[in-house]
């Protein structure tokens, strides 16, 4: 795979068209978090994208396979929205979902900055788990990261002698 390959073409989405019998429902859920957490775009019932590069498409056909293994039928497409309107949307979709949870991750971190040291150092784990998950399907970065990143590094320089503070600029690690 070269460089080109690996990032998102502009214009360029990967659709995942899927229907999976209503009974048992296990599949449904197991296909509906699989989905979320890879953070795409609802465009109708049973009609999901994401930016089109060689990661986001093995994704959903990997997932197009568990679905035919679950007795559904499911395709994935490649397309381009018809116009700059219906881009804008998707990817406004995208970057509103991930303004949401970066939201939640900014105010976990400024209560996680009340609890003592142990709790503390706890909740910055999970926090820096949640940031790593939540930057893995954020194709359009909202304002909201910016928010959430200086949230997390607020948290871990509470701990840190002042000497030790990490650069601001760095990802929280």
Known sequence: MTDAEDRPQ????????????????TPRITLWRRLKKLGVAQLADGVVALPADARTREQLEWLA???????????VWLARPSTA?????????IAA???DEYRELAAAAAQARGLDPAG?????RRLRNQWRQITRRDFFPPPERDIAHAALSDLAA????????????????
Not at 10 to 25: A, F
Not at 65 to 75: I, Q, S, Y
Not at 85 to 93: K, M, N, S, T, V
């Open 10 to 25: 502009q214009g360029e989405w990967v659709l995942l068209n899927y229907r999976l019998p209503r009974e048992p429902s």
């Open 65 to 75: 396979e568990e679905v035919v293994e679950w007795g559904g039928v499911a395709g």
């Open 85 to 93: 309107a219906q881009e804008r949307e998707l990817a406004g979709q």
């Open 97 to 99: 979902a991930r303004a």
């Open 120 to 124: 503390r150092a706890q909740a910055l």
């Open 158 to 173: 509470d701990g840190e002698p002042a000497a030790e503070r990490r650069d601001s600029g760095k990802v929280p690690q």
